[in-house]
Nanobody, 125 residues
């Protein structure tokens, strides 16, 4: 059974940094696409970034390009999201997700089979 457990959220001032982690367990993730999504109050869940476990190719939504970096540690089965130059509009619950196939659209939440419970990120102005 696949489990995804996020950590690393918190309260930070605008311009600050946070690193989110997602510990993945229950199987090997070669062939998977892993991603971060977020949901702000009153808004729908949106795509943030994705990475293919094998090869490491990445995708980002435009609003985080140049500020956020997605990465993974194959040995630790852990996904990361380094977030720099944080803005108040980045405030949201951040979710880790895993898709069994790299062929599905990485930016669509419907491509993902497994989700974590989420971690809150709050950026104060």
């Amino acid at each position: 059974q696949v489990q995804l457990v996020e950590s690393g959220g918190g309260l930070v001032q605008a311009g600050g940094s946070l690193r989110l982690s997602c510990a993945a367990s229950g199987r090997t993730f070669s062939g998977y696409t892993m991603a971060w999504f977020r949901k702000a109050p009153g808004k729908e869940r949106e795509f943030v970034a994705a990475i293919r476990w094998i090869g490491g190719s990445t995708d980002y939504t435009d609003s985080v390009k140049g500020r956020f970096t997605i990465s993974r540690d194959n040995a630790k089965n852990t996904l990361y999201l380094q977030m720099n130059s944080l803005k108040p509009e980045d405030t949201a619950i951040y979710y880790c997700a895993a898709a069994r196939s790299i062929l599905r659209p990485a930016m669509s939440q419907f491509s993902y089979d497994h989700w974590g419970q989420g971690t809150q990120v709050t950026v104060s102005s």
